[in-house]
């Protein structure tokens, strides 16, 4: 599958910015979906994953009740709304596909095949 990801750029602190991903090329909603970010000098670490039936969700703890993993699965999309940002969310986000993986290991990057090739997002304080 290969998974093309949008919508990053320049934003304030507070504000918001909506992140996509496009998949193409097999079955989109046999896909467990994440997104990962890797700021400057720093490793890359979880952010958000949606089981392929969009039913489970996961979030990295720092980014609870701010950012929002969504998928259409008609359309081949995942979304990841971000919410009251804050300038250590600095970083190239990435999305990524896996096939359908245990529970357990859906916030972890090593199942995850499929990476698209990451979008800026620039938080400035």
């Known amino acids: 599958v290969q998974l093309q990801a949008s919508g990053g750029g320049l934003v304030q602190a507070g504000g918001s910015v909506g992140l996509s991903c496009a998949a193409s090329?097999?079955?989109?909603?046999?896909?467990?979906m994440a997104w990962f970010r890797q700021g400057s000098g720093k490793e890359r670490e979880f952010v958000a994953a949606m089981r392929w039936s969009g039913g489970t969700t996961r979030y990295a703890d720092s980014v609870k009740g701010r950012f929002t993993i969504s998928r259409d699965n008609a359309k081949n999309m995942v979304y990841l709304q971000m919410n009251s940002l804050k300038p250590d969310d600095t970083a190239v986000y990435y999305c990524?596909?896996?096939?359908?993986?245990?529970?357990?290991?859906?916030?972890?990057?090593?199942?995850?095949?499929?990476w698209g090739q990451g979008t800026q997002v620039t938080v400035s304080s």
């Open positions: 990524a596909a896996t096939p359908r993986v245990v529970l357990s290991a859906l916030a972890d990057a090593s199942p995850y095949d499929y």
């Open positions: 090329g097999r079955t989109f909603r046999d896909y467990d």
